[in-house]
């Protein structure tokens, strides 16, 4: 079965670049999550989109911003990096009981993103 | 003070042990409750979602949800060297669409 999809799966940057990291959620999931997770700290939840929209918001910086596109992908785009951005961003879809799911979010594997 | 908290551990136990993890939340309208697991370097998995308070089983494990209390458990029966990872509670107040809110993990390692 099709799993979340999320590109590339490590990233070096130095301070004060840009990076973007893409996600392709499972087909027909109408929500998708983006999550960091620090060197032994737990996700902590950045945004989520349901059908395009913006739907809730978390500890996301004003230097990160995301959109999800026609396609229902998603890209977490993030300027003026700091050292402390290095961390694992993980990107998870999941379909609502409204749309026959069970609201389960699958996480696809993570990209590994490292400042210099 | 978290909306979710989880000893971090490490904890180590023998090959076939019964393990018992565990998280407290401190908000009563949460109403979802999850446990995954995460291997190093992989997404978190889910393994058993729960609503409302009482017992679920699936195979070698069992949830348990006290609403009352805020507490919620995980038991590993039987437990494998397979089974070592970190074990994420969390917790949501909608079943869908919502974010999760993740617990610190416990690390657990099963000793062959």
């Known amino acids: 079965a099709a799993g979340v999809i999320q590109s590339p799966r490590h990233l070096i940057k130095e301070k004060r670049e840009t990076a973007t990291l893409k996600c392709y959620p499972i087909?027909?999931?109408?929500?998708v999550y983006w999550y960091q997770q620090g060197p032994g700290q737990d996700p902590q939840f950045l945004i989520s989109f349901y059908e395009k929209m913006q739907s809730d918001k978390g500890s996301i910086p004003d230097r990160f911003s995301a959109q999800q596109f026609s396609d229902y992908h998603s890209e977490l785009n993030m300027s003026s990096l700091e050292l402390g951005d290095s961390a694992l961003y993980f990107c998870a879809s999941s379909l609502g009981f409204g749309q026959g799911g069970t609201g389960e979010l699958f996480f696809g594997e993570g990209s590994r993103l490292t400042v210099l | 003070q978290k909306e979710v908290e989880q000893d971090p551990g490490p904890l180590s136990v023998p090959e076939g042990a019964i393990v018992s993890l565990n998280c407290t939340y401190s908000n009563s309208a949460f109403q979802y409750f999850m446990w995954y697991r995460q291997y190093s370097r992989k997404g978190p998995e889910l393994l058993m979602y729960?609503?409302?308070?009482g017992n679920k089983e699936d195979g070698r494990f069992t949830a348990q949800v006290d609403k009352s209390s805020k507490y919620i458990s995980l038991f590993i029966r039987d437990s494998q060297p397979s089974d070592s990872a970190t074990y994420l509670c969390?917790?949501?107040?909608?079943?869908?669409?919502?974010?999760?809110?993740f617990g610190s993990g416990t690390r657990l390692s099963i000793r062959p």
């Open positions: 729960t609503y409302s308070s």
């Open positions: 087909p027909r999931h109408d929500t």
């Open positions: 969390a917790i949501s107040r909608y079943s869908s669409a919502s974010k999760i809110i």
